[in-house]
Each structure stands twice: as structure tokens, then as C-alpha cells.
């Protein structure tokens, strides 16, 4: 490994570190900042889309119209309320765990009827999933800071391992 390129790891590692502990420590402006980030990106393409669909009516898609319309409108939401948009997704992920722990529970019963030995553990499992999916439909702006400091967390974890890494693939290469 070249110098450049292990300066290169170094500072991209550094820069995940330093990302994961903002985040981490500021969860619901960090949120708020990927959001409007998001919405900044779908406004932008959903512009240049109705910009090309009205600039030039040749070889451009019959399908331009509606999908610039309707990026542009997502980035206005994004941008209009970002702690709105951000806590749909806690709620949607909370929907989908309570019907997977609902059909787990179904099943723990089926097994048990069936005269499998384990389907106690299928129940507990079941009730984590449903509690959990209970947590985020009820709390999703709770579980969003949650996720979100998880997040940073694992985005200092992934610095400092490819930190390690690079020192590692560096001094072996001196070699």
C-alpha cells in the first residue's frame, strides 16, 4: 500500500469516526440533516427531470413528467417536514415486526399442536418481535433516536476497524 493511499484510509476512517460520534451525540439533527440532505437530492433530480421532459420533447421518456412531479413533490415533504418523514419509517419497519411476529406466534402454535419439543422459544421470539414492532409504532421518534445513535456507533466502530486495518495493510507492505 502507497503512502497516498494510506493517507487516503486514514482520513476517510477519521472522517467516519468523526461523523458516528456527531451523530451519535446529536441523533434528531443529525435525522433532520439526512433528511433535508434527501429531499435537497429528490428536489434536484426531480428539477433537472421536468427541466429535460419540457427542454426537450424528443427521445425523452413519456414517463419524465410524473416521475419529475413526483420526486420534486417528495423533496418538497422532505424539506417541509423532515421529523415527519423520519418517523414514517420507524412506523412502517414497526408494521412489518408486528405482522412477522404475529404470523411467528401463529406458527409457535401450529408447532406446538404438531408436538415439536422447542415451540416455547418460537413464542418468546415471537413476543420480542411483537414487542418491539409495538415500540416502534407507538414510539417512532424514540426508536429513530435510537437508530440513529446505533448508527453513529457503528459508523465509529467502521473507523476505527478501517483505521486498524489500513496501519495494518501499511506496515505489511513496508515489508
Known sequence: MSKKEFMNRLVTAVIFAAAGIVIAL????SADLICTGLGVAALGYGAVTLIFYFA??????????????????LGLFCLA???LVMSVVPLLCGIVL????AGKLGRAFEFKRLGFANWGMLVWIAAVVLIFGLMMVTQP?????????????VMVA???IELYMAAKIYKISKR
Do not use: H, K, Q
Not at 98 to 101: K, V
Not at 141 to 153: C, D, I, K, Q, S
Open 26 to 29: 446529536n441523533p434528531g439533527a
Open 56 to 73: 426537450a420533447r424528443d427521445g425523452v421518456s413519456r414517463y419524465s413528467l410524473p416521475v419529475g412531479i413526483a420526486f420534486a413533490a
Open 81 to 83: 417536514a423532515p421529523r
Open 98 to 101: 408486528l405482522i412477522d411476529g
Open 141 to 153: 421518534f424514540a426508536v429513530l433516536e435510537t437508530v440513529m445513535r446505533l448508527f453513529g456507533a
Open 158 to 160: 467502521d473507523g476505527l
